[in-house]
């Protein structure tokens, strides 16, 4: 009889930890940084410039001549610029050329972007991927005004988030 009481004392006992169960909530906050990257590759032997007369008066172009890869967790837009406001003259050239025979555009994209010293929109994210890969087109413009010579400009890729 003894065991049978404390059988049923053990039970009553154990009762609350069988029958009730606790919930606890934690809450707390998760630091998630924008983060981007931007590598802009070209072919180490691409020269730019006009063959003959024929690519002088009609302008030239360049197809997947630049090459974009762009990571990133949150929509960004890359934009593009020149270094200076003119061409910079690298051997007998003296003539003052703008930027703006230059013109870039992703190559499933149409329409072509100038180049400026301005900073200016050149692709802008469309979709959820957070590794994206581009080429880019380049077409120049004849130079009417340039005598003949080596000219240089240095582009700038910039990329932020929108």
């Not at 169960?21 to 983060?35: E, I, K, R, Y």
């Not at 890359?78 to 003259?89: E, G, L, P, Q």
């Not at 994206?132 to 413009?141: E, F, G, I, R």
């Amino acid at each position: 009889m003894i065991f049978r009481y404390t059988y049923i004392i053990l039970l009553s006992l154990l009762l609350p930890l069988i029958g009730y169960s606790q919930n606890a909530t934690v809450q707390g906050n998760v630091s998630m940084p924008s983060l981007i990257d931007l590598e802009v590759t070209y072919p180490n032997n691409l020269q730019i410039g006009f063959d003959n007369l024929e690519e002088f008066a009609h302008g030239k172009e360049y197809r997947n001549c630049i090459n974009l890869s762009v990571k990133s967790n949150c929509p960004w837009v890359v934009s593009v610029k020149s270094r200076d406001n003119m061409f910079s003259a690298q051997s007998s050239g003296k003539s003052i050329i703008s930027p703006d025979i230059i013109s870039l555009k992703e190559s499933r994209s149409v329409a072509y972007t100038p180049v400026s010293n301005v900073l200016t929109p050149l692709i802008i994210s469309n979709n959820d991927d957070v590794i994206n890969q581009y080429t880019l087109d380049l077409k120049m413009a004849t130079p009417w005004n340039a005598e003949g010579g080596q000219y240089g400009l240095n582009l700038i890729f910039s990329i932020s988030a929108q």
